[in-house]
């Protein structure tokens, strides 16, 4: 094991709603199948706190401080347009808290919040960890020391397309000095922030997996500004000090407004397999080509046919926030292995792999692509990958379990 250490954060997703985790929403519409993403009713996350502290050091007012902080960088996520003068906020979505519940909620009440029963969202600090280690015990008694959060959306509407209930629990037991791991106020932080992108309907993204996979929290991590904030792992506190494009432009196309609708285009195509049927479960990313830094800057990510449940007949990806007037190139890679079960991609258990990463080439062959101005799509076809297909070859969606976990937690390696 690497004397440094590597955290992953993973949501836990239970009870009443579809389950999906990878490079785009966390939930999507599994009633009606109809490629939506679920957003919160009013596109409004009312969410209320309890009484209690996160840990020795840290008490409820800060805690509820560092939640809001997270919150508002989601809600006023901003993107550069052609213009590149200034920002221009792309979501509309807006987060509200309700105070608080009341009491200190602890292992003894907790269920009575994290429940499919309609109620209220709320972010419960758990001093302890003794929360935690009841949701998690099962797995393994002692993991709940290496978790600094769990986030489960509980409650979706009739139409599947909205969500109206979902908890956070942040452990702080991993702020206390007497735990095996100790992360410092900054490194949980950037779990907060990772929390509440989960909260939000946001799914871990693949972008910069280079830069990523050889940091190790605590340690040397070069170009550590590149790494997502909804990176399957935190591997440094700089992915909750600012959110990347990739996190900003997705949840902008969860909740677009105006802007992000009529100042960007569009990149989309579709992923197929080696027989020519719709493949889930290959990242595709598009990224800037004008130099080093931009392509590991202006990157953002989808996984293929991530906006319906597990085998479903899709492969299409939807690539937002493309600058007009700039250049990108797009490709496609298998999802890590080193990110599965708990901690994998979504829609599918196992995604396809054992192919190279390649680029995906317009229709007159050119390796890049732009548009000349805001509101345009551009379609880059039908890409076929020499693998085989891991989904049954029946139509449709299918109900044998092939989808995600039921659950998840965050895990020190």
Known sequence: MSRYLKLFIIAAVLLTVRYALAGGPFEVDAVSDSGVAQ???GNELKWSSEDGDLSSAVNNATAKQWVNDAMSKWTSAALRDSGLSSQKIVVDVKATYQGSVGKDVNETNYLDYNNSS???TVIIFDKGGAITKAETEAFDPNQYQYIPGLTQLLVSDSSGKKIKKGIIIFNGILLESSNPVTLTPEQFKSAIQHETGHLFNLDHAQVNLDIATPCDLGGSCPDAQYIP???PELKTERQGTELKI???VTISWIYPNTTLQSSFCT???EIQDKDGRPLQGVNVFARRTESDSLKKEDVRAMVSGVLYPACFNDGHYYLYGIVPGRTYEVMYEQLSPLYTGMS???PLKNPPSGFPQQNITA???STTVSCPSGGQTI???TVQVPVSNPCPSSSGKTTSGSGGSGGGCSLIR
């Open 39 to 41: 957003q919160w009713e």
């Open 118 to 120: 309609e109620g209220q």
């Open 229 to 231: 904030t909804m990176f």
């Open 246 to 248: 990739d996190d900003k």
């Open 267 to 269: 990149i989309t195509g």
């Open 344 to 346: 994998g991609f979504e």
């Open 363 to 365: 229709g007159d062959g």
């Open 379 to 381: 379609d880059m076809g």
